[in-house]
Structures are given as structure tokens and as C-alpha cells.
């Protein structure tokens, strides 16, 4: 079991180049990836976007490549692009004769324009980089993913006490069912003599339609098997590598509703009182489960 939460820091030096790469996931129900690249890298985002992917099932990845140049690269001489510089002067030609501007466009001023003046590093092939981005990047994932496999470890030691502590609350529900009918049946009785009409017998027809009725209307029994049967699933969940973040997210949903259909089923006081205790167990559990991937 892994966290959704997390950060991971690779680099890799090669060719008077270091590329340092950092990772952080945030907690989403979906996988996400959000990358922040310098230019010259800009053309390998799909690659290393789906070797994150491959990594990460679930939650926001935000990384960010860095190219740090040493001195005798960041000495190299810039590289004019002379097409796009033709571009912009014939563009502002036009538009100075379209506004009756004066043509003054100097070449300080052209070379500073956006893509004119490129460094050599820059028109650099990016595939010179590919090999050492991609080392940089597998060591920032096996990093992010120790962090979150440390945190996932922590988080399952406390979804293990809470399951522990539900299944605890569930017998004392079960033990406590029969004796609930037993009381309703006393209650009617005590309800009829109260009201001087006399006390049917036990084999009473009226008696045992009121009975039935009660049974079928307040039995709880198919909601203390299927939370014992969410019970069993969530404790699979919990021995398995695999990501079950979502998994877990329905199991919770699924326990809530049958708790809930315990409480407004039962109708006696002590039922209920656990049932309160239930939903709030329940709660940390639901929590904690929206932190695993």
C-alpha cells in the first residue's frame, strides 16, 4: 500500500550538463501529471509524462526539470535564427507604414524579440539529453515512491486498528439483535394490559403477525453479513502491493450505507449508540483511505 503523498529528487550530470528533476504528489482521485520544462526539453514531455503514468495509478504529480550548464557551456555563443528575424522585420515594416509610424527598428531591439536570438545549448538536438533525463527522472520516481510506500506503511498500521475496532462493534451489534425482538414483544404486552385488553396468548394469530411484521421490519442480519463480507474485502485490500485506493473508497461508502440501515432499522437505544460509534470509526477510516493510491 502506498500514499497518494509524496517527493522524490533525482539528477544525473552527462556533457558539462546536470539534470535535476523533482517530484510531489498531492492527493486527486484520478492520476495527473503537471510538468514544468525548460525549452530545450520541451519535446520529451510525452515521454517522460507516460514514465510517471506507469508509476503513479492515482493522484497529482507537479514536476519540475532543471538543465544546470556549467561554465564552458554557458560560454557558448548565441545563434541567430535569421528566418524568424526576417519575419518580425518585414511584419513591423508593415505595420509602421499601416500606423504612419516611423520605420525605426534597430537591431538591438530585433534581437531581443522572442526566438531571434537563440543560444548554441538551445538549438542543441534534444535527443543528447533523452538518455540522462530518463535516468534522472527513474531515480526521482524510485525516491517519490520509497516516501510514499513509507507513508502507506503507516497508513495501513491505523486502517488495521480501526478495522479491528469495527468488527469489535459489529459482534456487540449482532449479540444485541436477538434480544431486541424479545423486548418488543414485551412491550406489547405491557402496551395491552396497560390498556386493559386482554393479553393474547403465545400461539395468538394476532400476536404472531405482529411478530413477524416486527421481525421482518427491524431484522438486521443481511446488513451484518454484507458489513462483515465489506469487512473481509477491505482486510484483502489491505495484505496487497497493488494500488487499492479506489477500492477502499467504495468499501467505505458501501459500510456506511449498511451502518446507516442498521441505525434507522433497529430501533432500540443501545443498537443505536453503537451504531453512532460506528459512523465515527468509520469516518477516520473513510479519511485516511482518500490518502491511499
Request: hydrophobic share 40%.
Amino acid at each position: 500500500m502506498k500514499s497518494m503523498t509524496g517527493y522524490g529528487r533525482g539528477e544525473y550530470a552527462a556533457k558539462g550538463v546536470q539534470i535535476v528533476i523533482e517530484l510531489n504528489t498531492v492527493n486527486r482521485k484520478q492520476a495527473e501529471v503537471a510538468l514544468g520544462m525548460p525549452s530545450e526539453l520541451e519535446s520529451m514531455e510525452p515521454e517522460l509524462r507516460d514514465m510517471i503514468l506507469a508509476s503513479v495509478s492515482r493522484g497529482r504529480v507537479n514536476g519540475r526539470v532543471t538543465l544546470r550548464h556549467s561554465g564552458a557551456t554557458r560560454s557558448a555563443v548565441g545563434v541567430v535564427n535569421e528566418e524568424q528575424a526576417r519575419a518580425y522585420r518585414r511584419e513591423l515594416a508593415r505595420l509602421a507604414k499601416l500606423l504612419k509610424m516611423p520605420d525605426d527598428l534597430s537591431l538591438d531591439t530585433l534581437l531581443r524579440l522572442p526566438g531571434v536570438l537563440e543560444s548554441s545549448e538551445s538549438v542543441m538536438d534534444s535527443k543528447a539529453y533523452r538518455a540522462p533525463v530518463k535516468r534522472a527522472l527513474t531515480q526521482a520516481l524510485e525516491t517519490l515512491q520509497a516516501m510514499r510506500g513509507k507513508e502507506g506503511a503507516n497508513l495501513k498500521r491505523d486502517l488495521i486498528k480501526r478495522l479491528v475496532g469495527l468488527k469489535r462493534i459489529a459482534k456487540r451489534v449482532a449479540k444485541r439483535a436477538p434480544a431486541v425482538l424479545k423486548q418488543h414483544r414485551k412491550r406489547l404486552i405491557e402496551r395491552l394490559n396497560n390498556a386493559n385488553v386482554e393479553t393474547p396468548g403465545v400461539d395468538d394469530e394476532r400476536m404472531l403477525r405482529e411478530m413477524v411484521y416486527y421481525t421482518d421490519r427491524m431484522d438486521i442480519t443481511e446488513e451484518l453479513t454484507r458489513l462483515e463480507s465489506h469487512f473481509s474485502q477491505l482486510e484483502q485490500c489491505l495484505s496487497v502491493t497493488q494500488p487499492v485506493g479506489r477500492k477502499l473508497d467504495f468499501l467505505a461508502q458501501e459500510m456506511f450505507r449498511e451502518i446507516n440501515t442498521i441505525g434507522s432499522k433497529a430501533n432500540d437505544a443501545v443498537i443505536s449508540a453503537e451504531v453512532v460509534t460506528l459512523k465515527t470509526e468509520l469516518e477516520k477510516i473513510r479519511e485516511q483511505v482518500q490518502n491511499v493510491e
